[in-house]
């Protein structure tokens, strides 16, 4: 295993994978790094869906991509990257999960004022263990909006009292990519 510092200093958002399969084994390790975490009041306020049924990540994607184009709309002279991220949604036939292998929904108990949080760390272990095992991975916000549809989230099978948090995808990576550049932080001390 890596060192975590170099595990978190190159670890990428991935969105091209190869055809690999993603076992069950690794996607129960996952979701155990997951669970350790930290979490307010040590509620452990998550729960997993996970989806490996091309249909239904389709779906889900298609989903996904009617919720986000009018979003996006308003910002396409502002950005080019949401210029081009409309161009993809309205593209026939292009996935928002990338032909990623497996998607990982994390829920969040509606009921804990921390969830969101607490599963954003969970994600956070996740992708890092992935990593560490030389999967991919990348957290598709952009699909979040269909997800918010409670009727829909039902309909996927998620348990009565949980909203969608982070809806990830894993897999192996079909090539290289590239590290974005880095910004310093602004930081003032206080002393």
Same mark, same amino acid.
């Given at each position: 295993?890596?060192?975590?510092?170099?595990?978190?200093?190159?670890?990428?958002?991935?969105?091209?994978?190869?055809?690999?399969?993603?076992?069950?084994?690794?996607?129960?390790?996952?979701?155990?790094?997951?669970?350790?975490?930290?979490?307010?009041?040590?509620?452990?306020?998550?729960?997993?869906?996970?989806?490996?049924?091309?249909?239904?990540?389709?779906?889900?994607?298609?989903?996904?991509?009617?919720?986000?184009?009018?979003?996006?709309?308003?910002?396409? !002279?502002?950005?080019?990257? =949401?210029?081009?991220?409309?161009? +993809? #949604? @309205?593209?026939? %036939?292009?996935?928002?999960?990338?032909? &990623?292998?497996?998607?990982?929904?994390?829920?969040?108990?509606?009921?804990?004022?921390?969830?969101?949080?607490?599963?954003?760390?969970?994600?956070?272990?996740?992708?890092?263990?992935?990593?560490?095992?030389?999967?991919?991975?990348?957290?598709? !916000?952009?699909?979040?909006? =269909?997800?918010?549809?409670?009727? +829909? #989230? @039902?309909?996927? %099978?998620?348990?009565?009292?949980?909203? &969608?948090?982070?809806?990830?995808?894993?897999?192996?990576?079909?090539?290289?990519?590239?590290?974005?550049?880095?910004?310093?932080?602004?930081?003032?001390?206080?002393?």
């Amino acid at each position: 295993m890596k060192d975590i510092v170099d595990i978190i200093k190159t670890r990428r958002s991935v969105r091209e994978y190869s055809e690999k399969q993603v076992s069950d084994e690794d996607i129960k390790f996952l979701i155990d790094c997951a669970r350790f975490a930290p979490s307010g009041f040590n509620m452990q306020p998550w729960s997993f869906l996970v989806v490996k049924n091309k249909d239904v990540m389709r779906k889900i994607s298609e989903q996904g991509k009617k919720s986000m184009i009018p979003l996006l709309e308003p910002m396409k !002279g502002a950005s080019k990257k =949401a210029a081009d991220f409309l161009v +993809f #949604l @309205k593209t026939k %036939g292009t996935s928002m999960f990338y032909d &990623a292998p497996v998607l990982i929904i994390i829920l969040g108990n509606k009921s804990v004022m921390t969830a969101d949080w607490d599963c954003a760390m969970a994600a956070q272990n996740m992708m890092l263990a992935a990593h560490s095992k030389g999967m991919g991975s990348c957290w598709i !916000g952009g699909v979040l909006p =269909a997800l918010m549809d409670e009727k +829909f #989230l @039902k309909e996927l %099978g998620a348990p009565e009292g949980c909203k &969608a948090v982070a809806p990830l995808i894993f897999g192996y990576l079909k090539g290289k990519t590239e590290m974005p550049g880095r910004a310093e932080p602004e930081v003032k001390w206080l002393r």
